[in-house]
């Protein structure tokens, strides 16, 4: 999962994309809605972390606009706003829930996982490809009943496999996915994680392979088909 954080304090970023990494996300940080703005147009966000309080608009203003434009990322509001009625206008603005500063990061990691259990992207509560089987919210990997032990990223590797199964992911995909702003993973890399992720596949019989189209990307093929 990658999550944008719009967070005008230096020391409260540094702290929340340290909780968020903690746990296997990625996630961009940026202190103003015009940077926002700008990272929401370049790449592809499943959790928007939005402060009111920002130095160049206020954040309301940034959620309505998201809501006019049709954007329906899934966004949780971080304020010191802890009025009501702030929370009623952030709420009504579109906000898909609200959480008051000071806050503890063990409560904003499981209100973030609340809210993608609810979105779209994970909706389906185990994702299966051949004989594979991925459980959204647990993210344990399963064979014929065995579990298969990988590190979280190989984990969300496998799942992007999974998704498009039958079609080339390119490289280019594949590093975006993995990559923050200021940390852009090389193709090397890629075929490193790659080659990690075939290896501890190898021996269960998954009923399907990882295929390597060269020049281009990588595709997940059932086995026969």
Same mark, same amino acid.
């Given at each position: ?39 929401? $147009?370049? +790449?592809?966000?499943? &959790?928007? =972390?939005?402060?009111? @309080?920002?130095? *160049? #608009? ?11 434009? $049709?954007? +329906?990322?899934?966004? &949780?509001? =971080?304020?010191?706003? @802890?009025?009501? *009625? #702030? ?139």
């Amino acid at each position: 999962m990658r999550i944008l954080l719009i967070e005008d304090s230096s020391r409260l970023r540094d702290l929340l994309c340290e909780a968020i990494r903690s746990v296997g996300w990625k996630i961009d940080a940026f202190e103003s809605a015009q940077e926002g703005r700008f990272a929401l $147009k370049g +790449a592809h966000y499943d &959790l928007l =972390l939005l402060d009111l @309080g920002l130095p *160049d #608009e206020d954040g309301i203003d940034v959620l309505k606009s998201l809501r006019s434009a $049709k954007v +329906a990322i899934p966004v &949780l509001v =971080l304020t010191a706003r @802890g009025a009501i *009625d #702030e929370r009623i206008v952030g709420l009504d603005a579109g906000a898909d829930d609200y959480l008051a500063k000071p806050f503890h990061n063990g409560e904003l990691i499981a209100r973030i996982r609340a809210l993608m259990r609810r979105a779209p992207l994970t909706a389906m509560p185990t994702l299966e490809y051949a004989d594979l089987h991925l459980e959204i919210a647990s993210r344990r990997v399963t064979c014929a009943g065995a579990e298969i032990a990988l590190a979280p990223s190989e984990k969300d590797l496998l799942e992007l496999l999974m998704r498009n199964g039958g079609k080339v992911v390119s490289k280019i995909k594949i590093e975006h996915a993995f990559s923050e702003f200021g940390d852009e993973r090389s193709s090397n890399a890629v075929e490193l994680a790659i080659s990690r992720l075939r290896k501890k596949l190898e021996g269960h019989p998954t009923g399907a392979s990882i295929e390597t189209v060269r020049g281009v990307g990588y595709m997940m093929r059932e086995e026969g088909a």
